[in-house]
């Protein structure tokens, strides 16, 4: 049996250099469901139109994470000097986002893209970047999305503070990988993030994406274009046309 640390977080280090790798590995998964998810989806967005979606959901990646990691240090260093673990957090913050805060993002972004249309600006509907793509519109529609995810971090950090007893559910699905603080690590930070960020990854590109996108807009040039499959020398070719058309 290993013995517990004398620091309440020593076991779980959310920003070593282990805890970056781990970081690393979960955005390179991120990378690879957005592209098994452009593969399958149809009809199928253009390049230059995927990459603008994902760009859009990687910059809300970073700020999201950057407020797990906020959240997670500051209600895993109880100021009444009760034991705590950055683990059980940082396990709740994952749990808590690719669950209940896929549907608060979903509510709010809506409801804050209503409320900015109605108010009159324009190029903010989601997915739609004009006739040529528009980077302006780009803009507006990342910064309403990440407006939103900080809303539902919000709503989550709330969640925390109006039911402390989520930290003693977090340890009691966390209890078989209490005597041994490695494990612990590798299942927090590695296994579930691996499985839970890959649902949210496809269900956020869903919400993200122009839904109103038709068949009529793909040119054959982007319809060849698999991300999966080696692309030929025509392809290629039409590939790099349109990401310079953007």
Same mark, same amino acid.
């Given at each position: ?24 590995l ?11 998810k452009?593969?399958? #989806? ?21 700020v999201i ?8 240090y ?7 000097g009760?034991p ?23 509510v ?17 509907r ?15 529609q990342t ?14 950090y709330?969640?925390f503070?109006l ?9 009691w699905?966390l209890?078989?990988?209490r005597?041994n ?7 927090v ?10 649902f ?43 990401v #310079?058309?953007?």
């Amino acid at each position: 049996m290993v013995e517990p640390p004398n620091d309440p977080d020593a076991g779980c280090k959310l920003l070593d250099g282990f805890a970056i790798i781990i970081q690393i590995l979960l955005a390179s998964s991120a990378l690879g469901t957005l592209v098994v998810k452009r593969a399958r #989806e149809r009809p199928q967005r253009p390049v230059n139109i995927w990459l603008l979606d994902v760009g859009k959901q990687f910059s809300g990646a970073i700020v999201i994470h950057g407020l797990n990691l906020l959240v997670s240090y500051s209600r895993g260093r109880p100021h009444h000097g009760g034991p705590s673990n950055l683990c059980v957090w940082y396990f709740l913050n994952v749990g808590v986002d690719t669950t209940v805060g896929v549907w608060l993002l979903w509510v709010i972004l809506r409801s804050l893209q209503w409320s900015l249309m109605r108010a009159g600006v324009t190029g903010i509907r989601t997915g739609d970047y004009g006739t040529p793509p528009s980077i302006l519109n780009w803009i507006k529609q990342t910064i309403i999305f990440i407006v939103s995810l900080v809303g539902m971090k919000s709503c989550v950090y709330g969640l925390f503070r109006l039911c402390p007893w989520l930290f003693d559910f977090g340890e009691w699905v966390l209890r078989w990988t209490r005597d041994n603080y490695r494990t612990q690590v590798v299942f927090v930070m590695l296994i579930f993030p691996l499985c839970m960020n890959a649902f949210q990854i496809w269900v956020i590109d869903t919400i993200v994406k122009n839904k109103l996108f038709s068949v009529e807009e793909i040119t054959e040039a982007d319809e060849r274009t698999r991300l999966l499959v080696e692309p030929n020398h025509n392809t290629t070719e039409s590939t790099a046309t349109t990401v #310079e058309n953007l």
